[in-house]
T-cell receptor, first 114, second 110 residues
């Protein structure tokens, strides 16, 4: 079974530039999550989708971050404009349902903002 | 909300046993997860506890005491490949969201 795919693996940008990350969840998984993991910290949930609808985006800085999952499968997370404090690993995870036990994670995109 | 605490670092010798503790405070508990994360890789699921007691899975075991807000992950017969960060995560009863601790970096030495 293929896992959660993310791209790119690494991205370096300058502050005020924009960047986008892509995630392809495990086939059949209705729920998709984006997490931000700052060095030395645990993952923090940014946004959760159920199919193509947003379930929770309370921790998403909406003035600069946006995410979509138009067809209920792939998802993109965008940052515009980026700030230095956005340097982190952005992890995508998926699960079969919202109340399912296990979230499966992708390897993440490591973003460095200079 | 959740407040999750776990030690920052632990070091142990190959073949030994290490116990990683996790304490939590939550407004609504719906399970505790342990994930393993090697540097630069995805967190991978290790164990899930929702009832009190010990869950054993090969060399890894996880324990939960809901009344004490306490869990531990026990790694036996340590191998070099066990060097990684171990994340404790608590799921909220109302919205099923996971809240993660900062992780415990385990270093296994020969």
């Amino acid at each position: 079974e293929a896992g959660v795919a993310q791209s790119p693996r690494y991205k370096i940008i300058e502050k005020r530039q924009s960047v986008a990350f892509w995630c392809n969840p495990i086939s059949g998984h209705a729920t998709l999550y984006w997490y931000q993991q700052i060095l030395g910290q645990g993952p923090k949930l940014l946004i959760q989708f159920q199919n193509n609808g947003v379930v929770d985006d309370s921790q998403l800085p909406k003035d600069r971050f946006s995410a979509e999952r138009l067809k209920g499968v792939d998802s993109t997370l965008k940052i515009q404009p980026a700030k230095l404090e956005d340097s982190a690993v952005y992890l995508c995870a998926s699960s079969f349902g919202t109340s399912s036990n296990i979230q499966y994670f992708g390897a993440g995109t490591r973003l460095s903002v200079l | 909300g959740q407040n999750i605490d776990q030690p920052t670092e632990m070091t142990a010798t190959e073949g030994a046993i290490v116990q990683i503790n996790c304490t939590y405070q939550t407004s609504g508990f719906n399970g505790l997860f342990w994930y393993q994360q090697h540097a630069g890789e995805a967190p991978t699921f290790l164990s899930y506890n929702v009832l009190d007691g010990l869950e054993e899975k090969g060399r890894f075991s996880s324990f939960l005491s809901r009344s004490k807000g306490y869990s531990y992950l026990l790694l036996k017969e340590l191998q070099m490949k066990d060097s990684a960060s171990y994340l404790c995560a608590v799921r909220d009863r109302s919205d099923y969201k996971l809240s993660f601790g900062a992780g415990t970096t385990v270093t296994v030495r020969a």
